[in-house]
Antibody
Framework: QVQLVQSGAEVKKPGASVKISCRAS????????MHWVRQAPGLGLEWLGI????????YYAQNFEGRVTMTSDTSTSTLYIELSSLRSEDTAVYYC???????????WGQGTLVTVSS | DIQLTQSPSFLSASVGDRVTITCRAS??????FAWYQQKPGRAPKLLIS???ILQSGVPSRFSGSGSGTEFTLTISRLQSEDFATYFC?????????FGQGTKVEIK
């Protein structure tokens, strides 16, 4: 069965960077586009971008351009997202999600809480 | 960016009720549209893709309709496990955007 397992919670200071991983299993890693979505506490969902695990090409939401980097490691079926210049507004749960054959986010990781606090 | 206006933001209902949630897009998105259910502390769960296609394993009491700019999620007979927050999403144009959510609570 498809599983997306994310790395654990992080606490960072403003201005720092954070890198979260998402390990995929149960399917061919390179066959599906992957996305990152975040959710600030008690708030809605925000799409960060998409990556093609085969080749690593990525497209980022303009709000995060210059601060976000999405990468993939096909040898370990793992995705990464790195967000730099963190500020308190970046405090959120970050999710990886797999795009399905009909365009939608079919499978989700369990989420990684990133807390940005001085 | 395409804006999605979801209504209502909050809904109080009883088990057995018929519930309808609406999502309006700021421009035509064809059927590139999905609905998700989210329970506290959990990741969102895909219910419906392409505006009306029920995901495998999702109860048939859930249904979706619409195209263009107006979309609807209907729960025909609300069950206790359906009390959650529901989000709509457009997948027509990057950046993909979500509605602000509808919290369905027990009356």
């Amino acid at each position: 069965q498809v599983q997306l397992v994310q790395s654990g919670a992080e606490v960072k200071k403003p201005g720092a960077s954070v890198k979260i991983s998402c390990r995929a299993s149960g399917y061919t890693f390179t066959k599906n586009y992957m996305h990152w979505v975040r959710q600030a506490p008690g708030l809605g969902l925000e799409w960060l971008g998409i990556i093609n695990p085969s080749g690593g090409s990525a497209y980022y939401a303009q709000n995060f351009e210059g601060r976000v980097t999405m990468t993939s490691d096909t040898s370990t079926s793992t995705l990464y997202i790195e967000l730099s210049s963190l500020r308190s507004e970046d405090t959120a749960v970050y999710y990886c999600a797999r795009e399905g054959p009909i365009i939608a986010l079919e499978y989700w990781g369990q989420g990684t809480l990133v807390t940005v606090s001085s | 960016d395409i804006q999605l206006t979801q209504s209502p933001s909050f809904l109080s209902a009883s088990v057995g009720d018929r519930v309808t949630i609406t999502c309006r897009a700021s421009q035509d998105i064809s059927s590139y549209f999905a609905w998700y259910q989210q329970k506290p502390g959990r990741a969102p769960k895909l219910l419906i893709s392409a505006a009306s296609i029920l995901q495998s394993g999702v109860p048939s009491r859930f249904s979706g309709s619409g195209s263009g700019t107006e979309f609807t999620l209907t729960i025909s007979r609300l069950q206790s496990e359906d009390f959650a927050t529901y989000f709509c999403q457009q997948l027509n144009t990057y950046p993909w955007t979500f509605g602000q959510g509808t919290k369905v609570e027990i009356k």
